[in-house]
């Protein structure tokens, strides 16, 4: 199981680091620059053709699926048979309830006020 683990986990830095990547390439809404221009310019309207947003989109879509299928399936992964801890559990057997001790007057505080009798 931890193998298991340990590649989820490998499989979500993945795909985290490949969404940073396609999410930076994406070209602006507004064409004013932005970050995709920052990391060489057209580089994803040279790869893409003109259906660079369209293809960028998609993989974001997609990667964000994988991301998110992989984290869940991380958490089912750590939760580790919680049923089966719950089955074999002994419960601890149940005792009498204490007896109370008898009730006693309490001396008071204060030396100027009598005590109960």
Not at 2 to 30: H, N, R, T, W, Y
Not at 45 to 74: A, H, P, Q
Request: no cysteine; net charge negative; charged share 15%.
């Amino acid at each position: 199981m931890q193998i298991l683990i340990g590649l989820l986990f490998v499989i979500e830095a993945i795909v985290a680091l490949l969404m940073v990547a396609v999410v930076m390439l994406q070209p602006p809404k507004d064409q004013s620059g932005g970050m995709g221009s920052a990391f060489g310019g057209g580089f994803g309207e040279e790869v893409f053709g003109g259906r660079t947003g369209n293809v960028l989109s998609k993989t974001t879509v997609v990667l964000g699926v994988l991301l998110i299928l992989n984290s869940l399936g991380i958490a089912f992964a750590m939760r580790g048979g919680t049923e089966s801890r719950l089955a074999t559990r002994e419960e601890a057997p149940i005792s009498a309830p204490a007896q109370e001790a008898p009730a006693t007057p309490a001396t008071p505080l204060d030396p100027m006020l009598p005590a109960a009798q």
